[in-house]
């Protein structure tokens, strides 16, 4: 009887780690990337993940935030990635994936974080000098910029007299433009901005800078008569 009782006893603790076991790995969700802690991100990414069963049969809640407050992003369905742009420089964010089965069962993933990228300092140091007035016409607009991560930049360029700037290049991978002098006018007040950008889609505006061509005046050429 004690032996029957002692089987009886094994058997239900066996049956009991069984479930238990089962019930661990039969339903996994584990995050894939962004890795977590990862830094210096871009703006626009994918998150990803792995269900241990068909997705296919399942609703993916995807739960994001900045810092550690946790709110519905988007809702999937069968599918173990999403993409997730307009996100903010320099901030941190949180994310989960909660999966839904038909039943309303509920399977949540680990909460990980990540880091977007840092965006370009601010534009610095024009050449021509800010406010600068020139006696003769400018043929390159100069500055300086750089990435507090390191990022490759590249450049857009608006230029224009007051309340006219218009984009006039875009993309410029040298801090650097080159101006075609017959296109300006003496006399005239110019404006120029340039706007830089990282390749992680963080930009920065740079403030509005100016310069002013003066008016050459023409020197009289003095002549003399012979005999007078």
């Known amino acids: 009887m004690k032996n029957s009782l002692q089987r009886l006893l094994l058997s239900f603790i066996l049956v009991i780690i069984l479930l238990h076991v089962q019930s661990?790995?039969?339903?996994?969700?584990?995050?894939?990337?962004?890795?977590n802690r990862e830094r210096n991100l871009p703006l626009q990414l994918r998150l990803s993940w792995e269900?241990?069963?068909?997705?296919?049969?399942?609703?993916?809640?995807?739960?994001l935030g900045e810092g550690q407050e946790l709110s519905l992003f988007t809702k999937v369905v069968g599918q173990t990635s999403v993409n997730i742009s307009d996100l903010k420089p320099a901030t941190k964010y949180s994310w989960q994936v909660v999966v839904v089965s038909k039943n309303k069962r509920r399977y949540e993933s680990?909460?990980?974080?990540?880091?977007?990228?840092?965006?370009?300092?601010?534009?610095?140091?024009?050449?021509?000098?800010?406010?600068?007035?020139?006696?003769?016409?400018?043929?390159?607009?100069?500055?300086?910029?750089?990435?507090?991560?390191?990022?490759?930049?590249?450049?857009?360029?608006?230029?224009g007299e007051m309340g006219a700037m218009q984009l006039l290049a875009s993309g410029l991978s040298k801090p650097e433009f080159s101006l075609d002098?017959?296109?300006?006018?003496?006399?005239?007040?110019?404006?120029?901005?340039?706007?830089?950008?990282?390749?992680?889609?963080?930009?920065?505006?740079?403030?509005?800078?100016?310069?002013t061509i003066s008016k050459i005046e023409a020197t009289p050429i003095e002549s003399s008569i012979d005999g007078k």
């Open 51 to 63: 269900f241990s069963k068909n997705p296919k049969d399942y609703t993916f809640e995807i739960f």
């Open 181 to 211: 002098p017959d296109a300006l006018k003496s006399s005239v007040t110019y404006f120029w901005q340039v706007v830089a950008r990282d390749d992680k889609y963080a930009q920065t505006d740079g403030p509005i800078w100016s310069f």
């Open 24 to 35: 661990c790995t039969k339903s996994k969700v584990i995050l894939q990337t962004p890795r």
């Open 110 to 159: 680990q909460i990980w974080s990540f880091e977007t990228t840092n965006p370009p300092l601010k534009p610095t140091n024009p050449l021509p000098q800010d406010g600068e007035t020139l006696v003769e016409t400018p043929t390159t607009l100069t500055w300086m910029c750089e990435d507090p991560d390191g990022d490759k930049l590249t450049y857009d360029l608006y230029f």
